[in-house]
């Protein structure tokens, strides 16, 4: 097995992955909510609304302060509904997966031993000055 195919072998390990199964079946239940689906549009159309307010700045008084308000409103609806918040966690999740496979793979880019990288170095800043290893 070449690189090319322990890639590919290691895609279909993460999509095996229980972190990349939720992940996903949170982001379709996202997707087929109605109602989150309505409020993210809303939302849209209420951002392009306020954007071109701001640009002609010829409405009514206030409008502007009011979409703002307005905006805050549905973005904290879209957030704080169960089903985001399920694929923020889930998301969340996945993104740790991915930093700690990332790290692993630079650090045996940079020399690091396979066997022995530690995930935790994710949260590495890049600088080396002043650290002890990696691996």
């Given at each position: 097995?070449?690189?090319?195919?322990?890639?590919?072998?290691?895609?279909?390990?993460?999509?095996?992955?229980?972190?990349?199964?939720?992940?996903?079946?949170?982001?379709?239940?996202?997707?087929?909510?109605?109602?989150?689906?309505?409020?993210?549009?809303?939302?849209?159309?209420?951002?392009?609304?306020?954007?071109?307010?701001?640009?002609?700045?010829?409405?009514?008084?206030?409008?502007?302060?009011?979409?703002?308000?307005?905006?805050?409103?549905?973005?904290?609806?879209?957030?704080?509904?169960?089903?985001?918040k399920e694929y923020n966690?889930?998301?969340?999740?996945?993104?740790?997966?991915?930093?700690?496979?990332?790290?692993?793979?630079?650090?045996?880019?940079?020399?690091?031993?396979?066997?022995?990288?530690?995930?935790?170095?994710?949260?590495?800043?890049?600088?080396?000055?002043?650290?002890?290893?990696?691996?």
């Amino acid at each position: 097995m070449d690189a090319i195919d322990a890639a590919r072998h290691l895609g279909e390990e993460i999509q095996r992955d229980v972190r990349y199964i939720n992940f996903r079946q949170a982001q379709l239940a996202n997707e087929e909510n109605a109602e989150l689906q309505e409020a993210i549009a809303r939302f849209n159309r209420i951002r392009g609304e306020l954007k071109s307010e701001l640009e002609t700045q010829s409405g009514a008084p206030g409008r502007a302060d009011s979409l703002k308000s307005e905006l805050k409103a549905v973005y904290s609806q879209i957030v704080n509904s169960d089903s985001m918040k399920e694929y923020n966690r889930a998301k969340q999740e996945l993104d740790e997966l991915k930093n700690a496979i990332n790290s692993i793979i630079a650090q045996c880019f940079a020399g690091g031993d396979p066997q022995t990288c530690s995930p935790a170095s994710a949260s590495c800043s890049g600088s080396c000055e002043g650290c002890s290893g990696c691996c």
